[in-house]
């Protein structure tokens, strides 16, 4: 597609219930990046992706959040044993990085809201 | 590492008038800065960026921002508010020593446009 394309779009889930989001890049983007936007608390880096490899996972709030990418393209953020903290939008961007002309801009999908009961 | 601090949660402006909005950043090498809107109800999409040379920089919808190196800010402004500028606005940075790819994000400034 044109865009960076999120789903599910929204998902309900019970305290404990493990929740897989799907992320699908703008095609050729090497770059791609998952955020955590709570109310009041901005963007929150999660992790970014080069290729397939995860230079650096610092943002992952704990062991039970794990995020993997394949072929270069669709990446999916995994929570286990949802808690209601884990409350939520997640937002997913992709990028071509400096070299890629774009000086670096972030092209945000319309994101996952994720409620946890 | 770095950081971003953006002063002042939300701010409101009459329509016509000068809207300023701060960022000051923390990094051992200067790096690439971005401001982001957030329309209600929208994703993020990009207002402008620095990256290297000119200081001062023009996005879209009149928006401007100076990098200053000394200050460490970049400080988004437009000299008249429009009531289509109510939104929330990010300042983001990211790190040179990794090419530009890893993009941290500040708190965000609500803007209010008042009539």
């Known amino acids: 597609g044109a865009g960076v394309s999120q789903s599910p779009s929204n998902k309900v889930t019970e305290k404990g219930k493990d929740v897989e989001l799907r992320c699908d890049p703008i095609?050729?983007?090497?770059?791609l990046y998952w955020y955590r936007q709570s109310l009041g608390q901005g963007l929150e880096f999660l992790i970014y992706f080069q290729g397939n490899s995860a230079p650096d996972k610092s943002g992952l709030p704990s062991d039970r959040f794990s995020a993997e990418r394949t072929g270069g393209s669709v990446s999916t953020l995994t929570i286990q044993r949802t808690q209601q903290e884990d409350s939520a939008v997640y937002l997913c961007?992709?990028?071509?990085?400096?070299?890629?002309?774009?000086?670096?801009?972030?092209?945000f999908g319309e994101g996952s809201r994720l409620t946890v009961l | 590492a770095q950081s971003v601090t953006q002063l002042g949660s939300h701010v409101s402006v009459s329509e016509g008038a000068l809207v300023l909005l701060r960022c000051n950043y923390s990094?051992?090498?200067?790096?690439?800065l971005f401001w982001y809107v957030q329309y209600p109800n929208q994703g993020l999409q990009l207002l402008l960026k620095?990256?290297?040379?000119?200081?001062l920089v023009k996005g879209i919808n009149g928006f401007e921002a100076e990098f200053k190196k000394s200050e460490t800010s970049f400080h988004l402004t437009k000299p008249s508010a429009h009531m289509s500028d109510a939104a929330e606005y990010f300042c983001?940075?990211?790190?040179?020593?990794?090419?530009?790819?890893?993009?941290?994000f500040g708190a965000g400034t609500r803007l209010f446009v008042k009539a």
């Open positions: 990094s051992s090498v200067p790096p690439y």
């Open positions: 095609s050729g983007h090497t770059a």
């Open positions: 961007a992709s990028s071509l990085g400096l070299a890629g002309g774009h000086g670096g801009e972030l092209f």
């Open positions: 983001a940075v990211s790190d040179r020593n990794t090419g530009g790819f890893k993009t941290i």
């Open positions: 620095y990256t290297t040379g000119a200081t």
